[in-house]
């Protein structure tokens, strides 16, 4: 019977780590380095507005997780564990400042390619 209670506490441990992990953060893309042709400056456009996209359904699932992780411990009488809370919110954080610099990264290249050459 002991056996049964721990393999069910493991399962219950594992599944609940599992969880955690099924939010895949998605990869910046490239820096545009080099002359920008306009070819390139649409692709560099085009891979910053799928990051931002992909990088916002990151968000998602993490706050998603969060509330299965509490329904999750309400339904099995667990106390929730705020420190799944508190990583997720990190990991938004980090997340939304991604955003930012791949954003203001393609933003500055466009700029630059619409200066003129000094």
Not at 41 to 52: Q, V
Not at 91 to 103: H, N, T, Y
Request: hydrophobic share 45%.
């Amino acid at each position: 019977m002991r056996s049964v209670i721990a393999f069910a506490i493991l399962i219950g441990s594992v599944s609940a780590g599992v969880a955690q992990d099924m939010c895949v953060e998605p990869a910046a893309p490239a820096k545009l380095d080099g002359a920008p042709s306009a070819d390139r400056m649409r692709a560099a456009l085009a891979d910053a507005r799928h990051f931002i996209a992909q990088s916002s359904l990151y968000q998602d699932c993490l706050l998603k997780e969060v509330e299965a992780a509490k329904l999750q411990a309400a339904s099995s009488g667990q106390p929730f564990e705020p420190m799944i809370e508190t990583s997720a919110r990190l990991k938004i954080a980090s997340s939304r400042k991604a955003q930012e610099r791949v954003g203001d990264a393609v933003n500055g290249a466009i700029t630059a390619a619409r200066s003129p050459p000094n």
